[in-house]
């Protein structure tokens, strides 16, 4: 199919930015498909996965193109980069227009990887990539790509539309073992999981139960002075500089999400929460502190799951005693 033809599909971009840019460059029908789905609750049914995505963001967006008005004719055509936020982005969309009877023969996916360094902000190589965008390239390689759209296999296709099912099942263990087996076409389940892992409780080896380590990370950055999660972020130290690494992946505004939830936990006063010097400023608007009892939680570990809040990831939940999974240390995940 010619470019012209191509600029009258529907397109979706999985990156912030090309939306506009592609209405300028030409498309007449661009969709906005991009949403943080490596933390919160996701879910197989679109209009329960909306309601759910909402009421963990407290949002009232409706930013999802499957619940738009936006025609979903064929050929669609996908553009994606190796970003693990886009990845998963592209597994649901697969998985979504499956169900609309869209054939996999009419979604042509464009995968880009990584622009040359120069193009990026950040030479160093992040653990995960979760910084890669399409608007990264050059008008002229986006059309380049465009001019040599071709569909997935139908093998492909499929897997893709396995991984999101796996995704938002409650038994993590398929997705897991896909993780660690890998998928061929899917090089981001590695990475993937090393992220979705720091998530979840850990088991030692003599049986004791830890934190995850973003949480042991960011009660690590807490102490019995009063800090916002922006002055967290802004601490001249390692630790602040793992926490940036963990948050280029969630959006910075999980962070806040997180300490609400340490603050508003009711098996133990783990955090306190006062109000901040800016309450229209999320990374601002409280002030949190570790007690005395949070500090021993961080050093000494749980003696069960419910000390902790839960934490909704894909289709299942972190320290949820229902679903008591910790992460073992050859990286698996069991039942307590």
């Not at 996701?42 to 407290?58: C, I, K, N, P, Y």
């Not at 790509?145 to 796996?166: C, F, G, M, T």
Request: glycine fraction near 6%; hydrophobic fraction near 40%; proline fraction near 8%.
């Amino acid at each position: 199919m010619n470019r012209s033809a191509l600029w009258g599909a529907t397109h979706v971009a999985f990156s912030a930015g090309m939306p506009e840019r592609l209405l300028r460059m030409g498309a007449a029908h661009v969709a906005r498909g991009f949403d943080c789905l490596l933390v919160g609750p996701s879910r197989r049914d679109v209009e329960e996965h909306l309601r759910e995505r909402q009421a963990w963001w407290g949002s009232s967006e409706e930013w999802d193109p499957f619940l738009s008005d936006l025609r979903w004719e064929p050929p669609i055509v996908l553009w994606v980069s190796t970003c693990l936020r886009e990845r998963v982005d592209l597994w649901k969309t697969c998985s979504w227009m499956r169900r609309l009877g869209v054939a996999c023969q009419d979604v042509l996916v464009l995968e880009f990887e990584p622009a040359p360094p120069s193009a990026t902000v950040d030479e160093r190589p992040p653990p995960f990539d979760c910084y890669s965008s399409v608007a990264h390239h050059p008008d002229d390689v986006l059309l380049e790509h465009l001019d040599k759209a071709q569909p997935w296999s139908i093998e492909r296709y499929d897997n893709a539309v396995r991984l999101w099912d796996s995704y938002v099942d409650e038994d993590p263990f398929p997705f897991v073992e896909s993780c660690i087996r890998g998928v061929v076409g899917f090089p981001e389940l590695a990475p993937m999981w090393t992220l979705l892992s720091s998530f979840f409780p850990r088991m030692t080896g003599e049986g004791c139960l830890r934190l995850s380590r973003f949480d042991e990370l960011i009660l690590m950055l807490l102490s019995s002075e009063w800090k916002t999660p922006l002055s967290m972020c802004g601490q001249n130290s390692q630790l602040a500089g793992l926490l940036w690494e963990f948050l280029d992946c969630t959006g910075d505004l999980f962070l806040p999400l997180r300490l609400e939830h340490w603050a508003e936990h009711k098996s133990s006063v783990v955090v306190e929460r006062t109000p901040g010097p800016n309450p229209d400023e999320p990374m601002k608007s409280f002030a949190y502190r570790l007690t005395e009892r949070g500090t021993q939680l961080r050093d000494r570990g749980l003696e069960q799951l419910a000390e902790a809040p839960r934490l909704p990831i894909a289709g299942t939940e972190a320290y949820a005693p229902s679903a008591p999974w910790v992460l073992l240390q050859d990286g698996r995940l069991a039942r307590l």
